[in-house]
């Protein structure tokens, strides 16, 4: 069964250091998103991205924060200048489509440590 | 804005005891809903959605849930869970017309069952 897949797993970096977490959607699917789950907390989304552009974006996904889809396959999340409250698990995820029941398939996740 | 909540953070059971977990939504608008399951170490799974037609879905491994418009609710249920069962469970919305698809979840019921 496809399975989206995210590298790295975990990833440990220094405040003010830029992060670039890496996602493989499903191959057929157009809509892609990112949710960030800090520890204790509920996952919350940050974006979606459809046709090479943002389709919507939450409070959380200021100007640090840019998604880019640099070939066919990869989904890229990128954090300028870490902070410690970005320390959070990253969940990749992708569907058919962003408009009604359809559900997404979520990657594994990246740990995020900002120290 | 969108809202979803559980009501029970950790619950804990034994083996063939049933199951009823609470979810309630805050939304103006139509709504379609979502149990996901992450198994320890796995990544988020989709257990069953609602979108429309009959209230009572039935999901994998036994699970079931009822949407009940007048009540915001989608509470998932399982008439006698197994060990195996166990894990965090997620209820999500999205909207019905949100070309994004964001998900919005809830924060999460960490489900124990003892052997």
């Known amino acids: 069964e496809p399975e989206v897949t995210q590298t790295p797993s975990h990833q440990v970096t220094q405040m003010g250091q830029e992060v670039i977490l890496r996602c493989v959607p499903i191959?057929?699917?157009?809509?892609f998103y990112w949710y960030r789950q800090i520890l204790g907390q509920k996952v919350e989304f940050l974006v979606s991205?459809?046709?090479?552009?943002?389709?919507?974006k939450s409070e959380i996904f200021d100007d640090q924060f840019s998604v880019e889809r640099p070939d066919g396959s990869n989904f890229t999340l990128k954090i300028r200048s870490t902070k410690l409250e970005d320390s959070a698990m990253y969940f990749c995820?992708?569907?058919?489509?962003?408009?009604?029941?359809?559900?997404?398939?979520f990657g594994p996740g990246t740990r995020l440590t900002v120290t | 804005a969108q809202s979803v909540s559980q009501h029970n953070h950790h619950v804990i059971l034994s083996e063939a005891a049933s199951l009823e977990l609470g979810c309630n939504y805050s939304?103006?608008?139509?709504?379609?809903l979502f149990w996901y399951v992450q198994y320890p170490g796995q990544h988020l799974q989709l257990l069953l959605k609602?979108?429309?037609?009959?209230?009572l879905v039935k999901g994998i491994k036994g699970f079931e849930a009822e949407f009940i418009k007048s009540k915001f609710s989608f509470n998932l249920r399982k008439p006698s869970v197994q060990w195996s069962d166990t894990a965090e469970y997620f209820c999500?919305?999205?909207?019905?017309?949100?070309?994004?698809?964001?998900?919005?979840f809830g924060q999460g019921t960490e489900l124990s069952v003892k052997p």
């Open positions: 995820a992708s569907s058919v489509d962003g408009q009604g029941p359809y559900e997404q398939y």
């Open positions: 191959s057929n699917h157009l809509y």
């Open positions: 991205f459809y046709n090479n552009e943002i389709s919507e």
């Open positions: 939304y103006g608008g139509t709504v379609n």
């Open positions: 609602y979108f429309s037609g009959d209230p």
């Open positions: 999500a919305v999205n909207a019905r017309r949100n070309q994004g698809g964001k998900l919005i």
